[in-house]
């Protein structure tokens, strides 16, 4: 399989899933209303990153510049008009999606002085800005998702996004995650953007130059050994300093009784099912991850589950051959997952569903009991080369502009 194939295999790039138990939702006010600027964003001297800048706005009317003129010389700026608002937003959310492709952006859209600031990255001119996304395209081969765009300031745009890069350079050509804000100011007496501050989740410096935002960075070039091989389709939603947040399409799964988490009990069942021990004697292509899951609070009821190719359906599959195999459909959802590698001991997976949880409910979210064990390599992978991820599902998850 392709390397840019693998990628998007592991990340859901088409829409997104549909409505799950949990709910997701933004916490967005309408677009077009003028609200005051948060003190945390305006007392950062932010930063932004080589990420989303809007292309071309629409041509405002001829007259926009003058009446911004009037507005300031009797002290009545009041910022954007509702229209202008709404228009710049929606110019924004068809427009960033050609961030990183052959499209671009509209450079028509940016005053030639554009200040632009990430945790590790500043140009202050319209060349400098389109020379540093250039730079990411060639380097990192960029993948954009925009989550939403609204009005928080005067003159002044935010929009939440996630970004997924990889790194050329490097041989494992490792993946990188960002999510997080651009700050995007408008320029009142023409309506084009003039400055372009991005924060990053992972990080509390948000500052330039920011070593935690080197050091995020240095983190995620770290070798995991992923089978090139299918695995459900996700879409990181944030990531943050101690896990990630994605949203999970639904997926078929064949299960059978485990007896603990990292126990191998069962595993015989589900791959002999896969093998061809199967009503009709189909062998099935194998997938990646194997999940293990313990859905009870003491972490006892546990069973162990393959993920069936997307190309399949429950009406399409062959029966089980014994009681202990069952297939059933997962509706996907929103989950919170800690990665790590090693061998992935009884002890040391219950210490990260421990601290994964503890994490969750100090950052104010709702995990629900139980967990899953995801492991992507077989045993006789090296320790330090396997990727392990214990994931907690979360109710009423709110994806914060």
């Not at 194939?5 to 916490?27: D, E, F, G, H």
């Not at 009797?74 to 427009?95: T, V, W, Y």
């Amino acid at each position: 399989m392709a390397t840019t194939t693998s990628l998007r295999s592991r990340l859901l790039i088409l829409p997104p899933p549909p409505a799950s138990p949990t709910a997701v939702s933004l916490r967005l006010r309408p677009c077009a209303s003028a609200l005051p600027s948060s003190s945390r964003r305006r007392n950062l001297r932010l930063v932004a990153r080589a990420a989303p800048p809007g292309g071309a706005v629409a041509p405002a009317s001829s007259s926009a510049p003058a009446a911004a003129e009037e507005k300031d010389e009797k002290g009545g700026g009041e910022g954007l008009s509702a229209a202008d608002a709404e228009r710049l937003c929606e110019f924004l959310r068809a427009d960033l999606p050609h961030l990183f492709d052959d499209v671009g952006i509209d450079r028509s859209a940016y005053d030639d002085r554009v200040r632009f600031r990430d945790p590790i990255t500043r140009h202050d001119t319209i060349d400098g800005y389109l020379f540093n996304i250039r730079l990411l395209k060639l380097l990192f081969r960029p993948d954009f998702y925009l989550h939403a765009v609204k009005q928080t300031g005067p003159y002044e745009l935010t929009t939440r996004w996630t970004m997924v890069m990889k790194f050329m350079l490097l041989p494992w050509k490792p993946e990188l995650v960002f999510t997080g804000l651009s700050i995007m100011g408008l320029n009142p007496q023409n309506l084009k953007f003039n400055s372009h501050v991005d924060l990053w989740d992972s990080i509390e410096n948000n500052e330039y130059f920011s070593f935690e935002g080197l050091w995020d960075v240095f983190k995620q070039l770290r070798f995991y050994k992923t089978p090139d091989i299918e695995t459900p389709n996700y879409l990181i939603l944030k990531r943050t300093a101690h896990y990630e947040v994605r949203s999970y399409s639904p997926f078929l799964i064949v299960e059978a009784k485990g007896d603990k988490l990292t126990g191998s009990s069962g595993f015989n069942n589900v791959t002999g099912y896969i093998f061809g021990k199967n009503a009709s004697s189909e062998k099935i292509p194998m997938t990646t991850p194997v999940f293990t899951q313990a859905s009870d609070g003491t972490l006892s009821d546990v069973s162990i589950q393959i993920v069936l190719p997307t190309n399949k359906d429950l009406n399409s599959l062959p029966a089980p051959n014994t009681e202990a195999v069952t297939l059933r459909k997962v509706e996907g959802g929103i989950v919170a997952v800690k990665k790590f590698s090693g061998r992935p001991k009884e002890e040391i997976v219950l210490q990260k569903e421990k601290d994964l949880r503890s994490q969750l409910l100090k950052d104010g979210l709702k995990p629900q009991q139980g967990c899953l064990l995801a492991r992507y390599n077989d045993p006789r992978t090296k320790s330090f080369l396997m990727r392990n991820e214990v994931l907690i599902r979360l109710n009423e998850f709110t994806l914060e502009l």
